[in-house]
Nanobody, 124 residues
């Protein structure tokens, strides 16, 4: 199985940028469809972005489309989420997830492995 560790979270002002990373170990991420989810206090975990095994297909939540970019480097077993034009409503714990699904997955129950999360806070 694969272990996932997120990093790169922090405090940023509205309009700023941040890149969070997800490093995998135990098994190469080439085998997995990868995604980022987030969870704000008092809210349910929500889908942010996903990327296919070869990086050729990506998908985004409407709330982040045009501002966030998901990418992966299979040689480094790492997935990234570049976040630009950040808004206070982007404040949440961001989780990396891996799925054995064969096609795109947007629901948390479709993901088999999760990281511990990294806090992103956007101040107004």
């Amino acid at each position: 199985q694969v272990q996932l560790v997120e990093s790169g979270g922090g405090l940023v002002q509205a309009g700023g940028s941040l890149r969070v990373s997800c490093a995998a170990s135990g098994r190469t991420i080439r085998s997995y469809f990868m995604a980022w989810f987030r969870q704000a206090p008092g809210k349910e975990r929500e889908f942010v972005a996903s990327i296919s095994r070869n990086g050729g297909v990506t998908d985004y939540a409407d709330s982040v489309k045009g501002r966030f970019t998901i990418s992966r480097d299979n040689a480094k077993d790492t997935v990234y989420l570049q976040m630009n034009s950040l808004k206070p409503e982007d404040t949440a714990v961001y989780y990396c997830a891996a799925s054995t699904a064969l096609v795109g997955a947007k629901f948390s129950w479709q993901y088999n492995y999760w990281g511990q999360g990294t806090q992103v806070t956007v101040s107004s």
